[in-house]
């Protein structure tokens, strides 16, 4: 069934969500306490069953880094610790929520999934016009991708108990400046 909304499923990769993963330190723990895993295998469950395209959107580079910013207060770190490497594990979704056949798969080298990528084509090629959005961090790809959104017109919806961030304070700063930009709703009460 045709809709005008798209789940996109953002940075829930092995190397940020996995226990095994470079930044399971991190985001595991804040993913486990907020139940984060379950949430968002319930959003993708209900999004699927009421035809609403799922996009995952992944941060990545190129095995010899060509793509990502020295400079960079967040990924200039990633060519020293060989994380973000594009066709690694580390860089794969998660397998809670593992992708399906014609699901979007949107690869980023910056915060927003926007830049640069895929994604501003295939929403207007779908006809999309509403976001539902979660993943980590909340406030980097989550509070990004709802900012841009925003400004670029669509209805953005951030499924709060979908995110997580490095710490409890960053995830509710994060949330209470997106409540002006996003309807704020959560796995079980979404509707699609």
Wanted: hydrophobic share 40%; net charge negative.
């Amino acid at each position: 069934m045709p809709s005008d909304s798209i789940l996109l499923v953002m940075d829930m990769i092995n190397d940020l969500v996995h226990p095994d993963g470079a930044g399971g330190q991190t985001y595991v723990p804040r993913c486990r306490e907020r139940n984060v895993y379950a949430n968002t295998a319930l959003a993708i469950e209900r999004a699927r069953a009421a035809g609403v395209m799922i996009g995952y959107v992944r941060v990545g580079f190129s095995p010899d880094y060509r793509e990502c910013p020295p400079g960079s207060p967040v990924f200039s770190r990633a060519r020293d610790n060989g994380i973000f490497k594009l066709g690694h594990w580390g860089t794969e979704v998660f397998s809670d929520f593992a992708p399906r056949a014609g699901d979007a798969d949107i690869v980023k080298h910056r915060v927003s999934p926007f830049y640069g990528t895929t994604l501003a084509p295939l929403l207007s090629a779908q006809g999309i016009t509403r976001l539902v959005l979660c993943g980590v961090s909340t406030n980097g790809v989550v509070s990004a991708a709802v900012r841009e959104g925003h400004d670029r017109d669509f209805e953005c919806v951030l499924l709060e108990d979908c995110c997580a961030g490095a710490s409890d304070d960053e995830h509710d700063f994060a949330l209470a400046g997106l409540r002006r930009f996003a309807g704020i709703s959560t796995a079980a009460d979404v509707v699609f």
